[in-house]
């Protein structure tokens, strides 16, 4: 089952945001070791990992994100997510 999130919709917890009529950008905590099922986000978004490190499903590819890696995603991508950096949490700016 794919799942939908809404515009500035992330999973994980959401420590600090800034909001305005043209540009939203968040900071997000992710607990390690989890497991993202396939989901798709209806707005694109451009990501940066802070820290820790993922692996990234889509369509049959897997990507390791590291930390300073920078990542756009168009509105409607499918991915999975696989959280495994032995570290408190994994920080994500969108």
Do not use: W
Request: charged residues 15%; proline residues 2%.
């Amino acid at each position: 089952m794919i799942g939908n999130l809404k515009q500035g919709q992330y999973f994980g917890n959401e420590i600090a945001k800034k909001d305005d009529f043209h540009f939203f950008c968040n900071l997000t905590h992710y607990e390690s070791f989890q497991f993202i099922e396939n989901h798709y986000h209806e707005n694109g978004y451009l990501s940066l990992l802070v820290n820790g490190a993922y692996i990234e499903r889509n369509d049959g590819e897997e990507n390791k994100i590291g930390p300073g890696n920078v990542l756009f995603r168009a509105a409607g991508y499918c991915l999975q997510i696989i959280l495994f950096q032995n570290l408190p949490f994994v920080s994500i700016l969108n």
